[in-house]
């Protein structure tokens, strides 16, 4: 069965995605103003869960669309279909975060030792590229075979930052991303706490184009590069995303980055005003470690915090719908995805995906 699923991937994928960018991006919406998905009701559970993993950190539903994991403790990344099947894996030390932009490549926070030559070992926190797309190829139809290239860190981070961790990527419409970086040393030209900025060169290449600037690197409120461990951008022309932070300080702990341009700058702010709404009030969430946005433009937020053990949902406008959960449901909930009605939450203390549908929806 998984053969001839690959098969088929293998055949259809190329018609669909085209010899240009994998995916053609004028399909996306641009920004319109929120949108309220509205008439929902309650989640339940789908049956069974699925397991197999070891401390899972991380979840992408992909544009394929396949089903991406984190598969933090066995050192892996994990393809699935949505009808839950494996359908590959591929090696990737401890990874931690994940996203893929719209050539099909993944790109995974993780980790790389470095030998020196008394024979001294070093681990450090690093960020990979997979080509995908070239791993379900017809001549080499094995995820485990895609090439993977390791983007960071780079000699110079090592240099000036060599106790930065990678901790979270998101990719945008014209397959640019951002990855973010955290540590303690937070002076004011070149923070450890801070977003990189990628831009594409070719499909194989990209370029550092430095740091996101204007975002502090230690604020308690929004805008904040203090801490942050999971980012996500929309599936539309514009380069807003969602970050969640867990620096000990922050009191926003999710935070919506609206990119503007006017004519005398271009930067990021808040799209809301502290206490504005559910999603910007101060401490609602205790660690967050996830988010997901779905068709209707909803959020939805994990937190993996123990007092917590929810899913939090809201509307774009930032008002809070069904959020659910407890330890009664979930034990550490630490990353969601959504596809075709279907909320998608990693559950990294039970080690499964937990599938949930609207209630309306099962009718």
Known sequence: MMKKFLLYSILVLPFLLGCGDKFDTNLLGVTKGPINSGGDTVYVALNPPWGGFNNPQAILMGKEPFIYVCDTDNDRVVM???????????????????????RLNLIVCGQFDSTFNNGTKIRYSAVYKIDVYTGLSAANPVLANAPVKRILPRSVDIDNHPNCQYTAVTAFYDNSYFVARTGSNNGISDPDNALMQFAPIDHNRDSALSIVHDIDPVSSSAPSANGINSLTSFSKKNFD?????????VVLRAQWFHHFVSAASEGYQSQFKAEATGFSTSRRFGHPSGSCIDANGNIFIADSDPAKDSVFKFNSYGDELQSFGGPGIFVKPTGVAFFDKTLYVLDAGKNQILRFILSTDTQ
Not at 89 to 101: C, E, L, N, R
Not at 241 to 249: Q, R, V
């Open 80 to 102: 699935m279909n949505t009808a839950g099947t494996w359908l590959g894996t591929i090696s990737i030390p401890h990874p931690i975060a994940i996203a893929q932009d719209y």
């Open 241 to 249: 995303f969602i970050a969640t932070l867990s620096g000990a300080e």
